[in-house]
DNA sequence: CTAGAACCTGACATTGACGTCAGAGGCAAG
DNA sequence: CTTGCCTCTGACGTCAATGTCAGGTTCTAG
């Protein structure tokens, strides 16, 4: 498959797919021409960076952690290995975070919401 | 208080601090001589603002919602309150998002440590 | 009074993941 | 063979939060 259609099914823009290659995160085989070529796996691959982008993951920490990926078993990896738990114990604070911080704007909403029910109580109509 | 405190207090840098001001997101009283003077109570705010920043919210959308913050009573400030629910629920969908990746990561990890272990028992020592 | 720290404004620099444009070549349909 | 869409490389633009620097004022300690 060329890289409009694996853009367009894996939902990113074409711009992304070139810099994701340019940043060693995606390889392609080239047609006599020069045109990427992608096999159907690198949709699964593209949308699995994307939500490593989503976790807040950086293009280099991402590449640093692909190989991790790719092949588990090939060579202990020892560098991508320990970036993976890292990262783990990174998006486990940040859940956390997100957490206490949903949690405040509950309290938040709450309080609104009671002075929002109060003025309409008070001047009905 | 003056600003280098504020910032020490609450953890930023000093340009930080301008930053929000500029943004709005803070106020400062000045003194004669120009100095921006800041309440103890500042440094929870700026603390509050810091955890918005982290949960991924724009300066913009931060200046949005803290009317609701600083007077939930005043008026039923409808975009303020549409803004923070309208938080509340991405956190929450972001939360989701990220403990999906959390577990993806999980799994990755626990291939890897398999394939560690049999590399461990397969050549001992 | 004076040195040095802290403050002021204003402006330019930085970083990352793209958007966008230019100029050129490739490819399928008519 | 042409039309039109897709692709290529290379380069510059963008945006947001912040760093950093310059040139000047203010405050504090001795």
Redesign the pocket.
């Known amino acids: 498959m060329?890289?409009?259609?694996?853009?367009s099914q894996a939902g990113?823009?074409?711009?992304?797919?070139?810099?994701?290659e340019e940043?060693g995160l995606l390889s392609?085989t080239?047609?006599?021409?020069?045109?990427?070529r992608y096999t159907d796996d690198e949709v699964e691959r593209v949308r699995f960076?994307?939500r490593l982008?989503a976790a807040g993951?950086?293009?280099?920490?991402?590449a640093e952690l692909l190989p991790c990926v790719d092949s588990p078993s090939e060579r202990n990896d020892d560098e991508g290995f320990e970036r993976l738990t890292q990262e783990r114990e990174r998006i486990d604070r940040h859940i956390e975070e997100l957490c206490e911080t949903r949690e405040a704007l509950d309290r938040l909403i709450d309080a609104n919401r009671a002075h929002r029910a109060q003025l309409a109580g008070g001047s009905p109509a």
């Open positions: 060329r890289i409009g259609e694996l853009a990113v823009s074409v711009r992304s797919l070139r810099y994701y940043r392609s080239r047609s006599a021409s020069g045109q990427r960076i994307q982008y993951l950086s293009s280099r920490t991402i």
